[in-house]
């Protein structure tokens, strides 16, 4: 009896040491020797590959933060982002039993190479990316984990043709500015992790990140990757802050041919409308880019409704000089009033109502001013209002439906 509860006891003490010794995990002394032994070892000009004639395989994924600003002017893109980078360190490679399990470190800089990744269509001066923070991780099988982060400010060519409603195509190109294709192979690895917002974490209030892809291009003596990024502009505000005015001004301005000449008001309603289009037109000219490349739709349409509106006031100048021209001194012509289509006889058939210093007064003659002022009113504002949708229409078409 005694012997049985003393095996029992023997084998309970038996399974909690065993339990024990394999829960203990890894000291500060085990990572010490590590260091000594494999790290400090390390020189970060030698690459991670035991035979120097072959490639290092080093693999970049990119994560979008924040967009936060595109520069029409600079023709440029601001954004933060982060990196992982993933290589296989050669170098740096341990046995975890004999370390107390140890299997992950995160090694000094000075230790440890890494690619210095730089991008070559950078704003400012190009620089390797993550070189004021550096953090490595590195496990037992040589796997190595470098993530700097960074913003980032690169070239990007912009295209405001159909501006409020562009779409920009931008790219960041990293390649590995200390090696070249031959001694550093660069690819691109899909992100492990998707934001809660798609493709960028910090949604911009002007811009959305709508695509992106990536392109390696190994035509150079570096091996390219280019991340494009497709950015569409959020133009609800725009439409309702600049694009909804200056169309009201540009119909608004055509029924200054309905307004009737005896009113008075005809001339200072349109040199009104004239004045506050320019003052206006001046003021949302500076909310819109100003580029020497391209053109914004917008800014030709606001440049035609402003030569309309001088045409307007003109036009207006003219039908009140008709309005109040005396017929019976200077009676319209024959051909004039034939283009305005108002009732006009030949000499043949017209009959004489009375003379006058020798001068037949014919049906034609007696046509009056406000009779011609008010038919080329009419014209006018039919035209002009024709030619106002149709100019609208394309705007609009050419910006909505042919992004």
């Not at 023997?10 to 260091?35: N, P």
């Not at 990119?62 to 296989?88: H, P, Y």
């Not at 159909?162 to 990293?174: A, L, N």
């Not at 959020?234 to 200056?246: A, I």
């Amino acid at each position: 009896m005694k012997l049985t509860n003393f095996m029992l006891v023997a084998c309970v003490a038996l399974l909690l040491s065993m339990h024990m010794h394999s829960s203990e995990g890894a000291t500060d002394e085990d990572v010490e020797r590590l260091f000594e032994d494999k790290v400090k070892k390390g020189n970060s000009k030698i690459r991670p590959v035991k035979n120097q004639s072959e490639r290092v395989e080093v693999e970049m994924s990119l994560f979008m933060v924040a967009i936060l600003d595109v520069n029409e002017v600079q023709q440029s893109v601001e954004a933060t982002i982060w990196m992982k980078v993933f290589w296989k360190n050669e170098l740096l490679v341990w046995n975890p039993s004999d370390y107390g399990n140890l299997t992950l470190i995160y090694p000094p800089k000075e230790n440890m190479w890494k690619p210095d990744l730089a991008m070559s269509n950078g704003y400012d001066e190009l620089t390797p990316v993550g070189l004021d923070f550096v953090l490595l991780k590195s496990c037992h099988d040589g796997q190595t984990v470098w993530t700097p982060g960074e913003k980032v400010h690169f070239l990007c060519k912009i295209d405001v043709s159909k501006f409020p409603f562009d779409t920009q195509t931008c790219f960041m190109e990293f390649f590995n500015w200390a090696g070249t294709k031959e001694e550093t192979s660069l690819k691109y690895r899909d992100p492990e992790i998707e934001s809660p917002y798609g493709q960028v974490a910090y949604p911009n209030s002007e811009w959305t990140l709508t695509e992106r892809r990536t392109e390696k291009d190994g035509q150079t003596e570096y091996e390219m990757i280019r991340v494009i990024v497709v950015l569409e502009r959020k133009s609800l505000s725009l439409v309702l802050t600049v694009l909804l005015p200056v169309l009201l001004l540009a119909f608004l301005n055509v029924f200054v041919f309905l307004l009737p000449t005896e009113s008075g008001e005809k001339l200072s309603f349109a040199v009104t409308v004239l004045l506050s289009q320019a003052v206006f037109l001046s003021f949302i000219s500076g909310l819109m880019p100003q580029t020497s490349d391209t053109i914004s739709g917008l800014s030709i349409y606001i440049s035609v409704q402003l030569v309309l509106s001088s045409l307007y006031v003109l036009i207006t100048c003219c039908t009140l000089r008709i309005y109040h021209r005396d017929t019976n001194a200077c009676p319209f012509p024959r051909w004039f009033l034939k283009i305005l289509c108002l009732p006009v006889h030949s000499d043949s058939s017209v009959y004489p109502v009375k003379e006058k210093d020798g001068i037949l007064e014919t049906i034609a003659d007696r046509v009056t001013g406000s009779q011609v002022s008010l038919r080329l009113d009419r014209i006018c504002f039919w035209f002009f209002f024709v030619v106002v949708i149709l100019m609208t229409s394309i705007f609009l078409m050419d910006g909505i439906y042919c992004k």
